[in-house]
């Protein structure tokens, strides 16, 4: 539970008009940054996160936000806006350098390697548009790994497997390889990898890149629905304004700040 | 990860390349193949060494020479004149009447036989039949010989002799039970360098060996006939002497030392038989170091091998660590590859060289092995090869280490960008 002193911190802040965003600034840096997350339902929160690389303009600029519980959200921006540098620090791919994340009240500067590596695994999932798929495995080898890697005994992995291939219809194809599907079959594969292991967030980075339009359209649609009903939280990055349209919240990167 | 998972999944992985992993498999095999099939031949003939040693019985019995000392070859110092000492650039001490005074005086002793030094010319079946050049040596009791037929000599024996199973046909017996009994000549030159000729039966006949006694054994008594009838009649002039001791249990080492201490060089049987085994190992070391080069060589082909795989993968690498593989897995699926190879490598290796050393060992004794018996070329104890196996396996993970690391420390994004 809550120090008082800390919920009346937040409650005179709060009266006197500061932002939740100024709240949590100040709490970050008195290492409170966590504990925040508790009085609010934010699935993950950015506390102005700041991305520098070597001999290079900031590709994040200070980056703020809080992301909640079942939301769709898109990140859009043109190429070399920083919306993937922001995407990959969401999802603890990359670190910021400086700024904290939030994750379900945890601060992951506050995690292990280790620890980071297992909320990927147990609360993430991810689409890529270059579906990063075995081609050589069976579909059923390819939708099951995250549970490989969380291992997961095979006789567990196979039924979940099954059930996740049905979800996405491609029931017929388990012991097909991956190699042979068609690039719109390829990516319900892949959309199935993400939701296996159960995850509370999908990062999808442009995951209709590499389809047609009526291939986008089906897996777009996909997407939303079994992220609707499964309650999941949806992180798009797009540059594709149509796409970002159907997400409920749309958040434009532009030179590394939220516009 | 379960460990399992990570076994499948590198096999898959080493299935990938077949070519590649076979090529990097090869050269494991051939350096484990050397390696095992010299281990083999080793124990072979290590274990043949050990058997005719047990074999040879008279753990009591030392042969004991006057220490040799080897003048420096370009002195130029004038030495007094010694009767036991051979003049020449390799003299020779020999022990005389004084000496066995000396080391019945060290205690301990229950007999000291001189070695006469003495040459035959050749044997033959009877005086009118064909010639064999011969080599005899004194027969010392209580060493034994491998028998093909017949007896050992005793310490009392007069005539009779013992030949090696080779001169068996040569001097027309049918087999070697057919030549028990039979009389044979002895030839020598006397002192004056006329030939004399000795008559002498076949008491037993001597099964070939490659350690041990190689030539006919005469007795004692007949050793002294010749050595007499050689020199001058009075002549104590021994290369060495046998000593038997008293208590076989006694602590040869010490006993050793005490002769050492008198100025004495005393060694068993097994000693002398033991210089064999050095220069057989000395070969065996040889042979190894070319298998270990070729390990070695395996190695740089393993580590090889795997950066490849670690190029070709470095989008899979990423995928795996963005869905939560953490170093130690993707270090332990590119160890388990490392390990595959060895594995295989050294397995096959180890089934080749077994496979190719019972055929050696069968064409061996059919052929140049025939007469001896109990000898096989190869031998494979089951225990050095488990640790050639282990060997192997482990190296293998050695040159797996660092392109395991390469792999387990890429950055996610970076590898997932590359294509």
Known sequence: MLPQELIEYIHSSRAAGVTDAGILHALADAGWAGALMQLDDSVMRAVNLIKTYEGDTNALNGVSLSIQRGESVAIVGKSGSGKSTLMHILATLDKPTSGELIIDGRATSELTRADIDTLRNK????????????????????????????????????????????????????????????????????????????PGVIFADEPTGNLDSENSAMIMAMVLELQRSRGITLILVTHDADLAAMCDRIITIKDGHIV | MKFKDILIISQKNLMRAKLRTLLTIGAVFIGVFAISLTNGLGSGIRSYVNRQLGNLGAENILIVQARQTFPNPVSQDVVEYDQNRQAGQFNVTFLGADDITKIRNIGGTKSITPQFDFRIEYIARDRNSKKYQASASQYVEGFRLEMAAGRLLTATEQNGITIPVRYVAPLGFSSAQDAIGKTVMLSYKDRSGLAQEREVFIAGVQEQSLVGNVDMTVPVALAEEIYRAQTDGASERYPALFVQLENAMADLEQVKQKFSDAGYDARTLEDQVGTIGTVINTILVVLNVFGAIALLAATFGIVNTLFMAVKERTSEIGLMKALGATRGTIFAIFSAEAASIGFWGSSLGIIASIIVGTIANRVATNTFLKNFVGFDLLAFPVLPFLGILAGGIILALIAGALPSLRASRLDPIQALRYE
Do not use: H, W, Y
């Not at chain 1, 890529?128 to 490989?148: E, I």
């Not at chain 1, 996740?164 to 219809?169: T, Y």
């Open chain 1, 123 to 198: 609360k993430f999932g991810f689409v890529f548009q270059q579906f990063f798929l075995n081609g050589r495995n069976t579909c059923l080898d390819n939708v099951t790994l995250p549970l490989t890697i969380m291992g997961i005994s095979r006789g567990e992995r196979e039924q979940r497997g099954m059930e996740m291939l049905k979800a996405v219809g491609l029931e017929e194809k388990s012991k097909q390889r991956a190699g042979e599907l068609s690039g719109g079959q390829k990516q319900r594969l892949c959309i199935g990898r993400a939701l296996i292991s159960n």
